[in-house]
């Protein structure tokens, strides 16, 4: 059974990525350059080595691959952690669909401040200021559930802990940006949820 929730989790984060790859692609197609990671903030690539350690903790799992074993060593035997953490991912999923579908045009990876595009307020903006980063931070989360090893769940911390200094970030760029829209925006809707 774990082994079927742990390949089921490496279909998921291919879905995942894929996802997000192909909404860049789609908007590179209308010329909108929808990456603009590290353009302002070389720190920015702080994250991809976590992002590296949970795949790598996530395919090591599922087949075994070299890696010290106390390091994929599971913290609970129970499978139940694991269907959560997988419906819990398919969420995750569809919610990224929904945020994509409510960014338009104007989903960007990273602060793009040549051509920020409108501020997005409908759709699922009007839930969370971060549905984007809610769904990244849900989806490890249940990738952790799954797996429940070190690795997973020092990489899913320092990669929430990340993702928060993006967002706050961004925010910084927003205020600057659009001013008393945004402000008005931050009164109605909560940063996460």
């Not at 089921?8 to 279909?11: E, H, K, T, Y």
């Not at 945020?99 to 989903?107: N, Q, R």
């Given at each position: 059974m774990q082994i079927f929730q742990y390949n089921?989790?490496?279909?998921f984060f291919a879905i995942f990525i894929l996802t997000v790859l192909a909404r860049a692609v789609l908007l590179r197609r209308k010329e909108i350059?929808?990456?603009v990671f590290g353009a302002t903030d070389k720190t920015d690539f702080l994250l991809i080595p976590f992002v590296l350690a949970i795949i790598y903790a996530v395919v090591a799992n599922s087949f075994q691959l070299p890696l010290w074993e106390p390091l994929l060593r599971p913290f609970w035997k129970?499978?139940?952690p694991g269907w959560v953490g997988l419906a819990l991912s398919a969420a995750a999923i569809i919610g990224l669909i929904f945020?994509?579908?409510?960014?338009?045009?104007?989903?960007r990876v990273g602060i793009d401040e040549e051509k920020p595009d409108i501020l997005v307020t409908t759709g699922v903006f009007r839930f969370s200021r971060n549905p984007i980063y809610v769904?990244?931070?849900t989806f490890f989360i249940g990738l952790f559930l799954v797996h429940r090893n070190i690795i997973i769940v020092i990489a899913v911390i320092a990669f929430a802990l990340l993702i928060h200094r993006q967002i706050l970030r961004e925010e910084k760029f927003l205020r600057s940006h659009y001013g008393a829209e945004y402000e008005e925006y931050c009164r109605k809707v909560r940063r996460y949820l």
């Open positions: 089921a989790s490496i279909v350059r929808a990456i129970t499978v139940l945020t994509l579908i409510s960014f338009g045009d104007s989903f769904c990244f931070d």
